[in-house]
């Protein structure tokens, strides 16, 4: 399994990017997935997952840092999953992670540990 993760770059305060995450080597729908971040010095920080249900839907969860103004989605076409950030700010400065569990894993985790395939992460500086 491979993640790819792409989207970061230099942006605004008040800006709205999207990350993605694209997986290659088996389908999303495998297993709970997440975004983590990592800020400069600091521990990397749970962000948020989505869960899968019996029926293949899924419902995502966030940390309370970031609730309100990221959202998760999955494009099952392509095989990807996106962040949508919003209302940038500064301390949205990081490293971010995309991360999926061991197949069957149906339930995301604010826990890094239970991740077992990552992607290389992607920069996103925020400029006030």
């Known amino acids: 399994v491979q993640l790819q993760a792409s989207g970061g770059g230099l942006l605004q305060a008040g800006g709205s990017p999207r990350l993605s995450c694209a997986a290659s080597?088996?389908?999303?729908?495998?297993?709970?997935m997440s975004w983590f971040r990592q800020a400069p010095g600091k521990e990397r920080e749970f962000v948020g997952a989505?869960?899968?249900?019996?029926?293949?839907?899924?419902?995502?969860h966030y940390s309370d840092s970031v609730k309100g103004r990221f959202a998760i989605s999955i494009d099952k076409a392509k095989n990807t999953m996106s962040l949508q950030m919003n209302s940038l700010k500064s301390e949205d400065t990081a490293v971010y992670y995309c991360?999926?569990?061991?197949?069957?894993?149906?339930?995301?985790?604010?826990?890094?540990?239970?991740?077992?395939?990552w992607g290389q992460g992607t920069l996103v500086t925020v400029s006030s």
């Open positions: 991360a999926a569990r061991s197949r069957g894993y149906y339930t995301g985790s604010p826990y890094s540990q239970e991740y077992i395939y």
């Open positions: 080597g088996r389908s999303l729908s495998s297993s709970a």
């Open positions: 989505i869960s899968w249900s019996g029926d293949s839907t899924y419902f995502p």
